[in-house]
């Protein structure tokens, strides 16, 4: 089983930015599967979740109306889309599955930066 996060990047405020999670050794399609980030000096915190079936998706407060998770089963990706960034949301983003955890991936650093 493994998680591999990229797409990060520096990005300014209000700019947009897509990160992407390829998993392999277990079916997306049949996984709860969330992006969580971790933020400087700050504990690991759920950022967006979707379900597995029919797809449903949840987000933080903070992120709603900006963010969008999305998967594609066929190439076993996952992404968010981050629009209208603002500074707070720098930190190194990862994907997991929301039960059970999987091993963690190395994340992908987003920073916005002006």
């Known amino acids: 089983v493994q998680l591999v996060e990229s797409g990060g990047g520096t990005v300014r405020p209000g700019g947009f930015l897509r990160v992407s999670c390829r998993v392999s050794?277990?079916?997306?399609?049949?996984?709860?599967m969330a992006w969580f980030r971790q933020g400087p000096g700050k504990d690991r915190e759920l950022v967006a979740s979707?379900?597995?079936?029919?797809?449903?998706?949840h987000y933080r407060d903070s992120v709603k109306g900006r963010f969008i998770i999305s998967r594609d089963n066929a190439k076993s990706s996952m992404y968010l889309q981050m629009n209208d960034v603002k500074f707070e949301d720098t930190a190194v983003y990862y994907c997991?599955?929301?039960?059970?955890?999987?091993?963690w991936g190395q994340g992908t650093q987003v920073t916005v930066s002006s």
């Open positions: 997991n599955q929301l039960v059970p955890k999987l091993n």
């Open positions: 050794g277990f079916s997306l399609s049949t996984s709860g």
């Open positions: 979707i379900i597995s079936g029919g797809g449903s998706t």
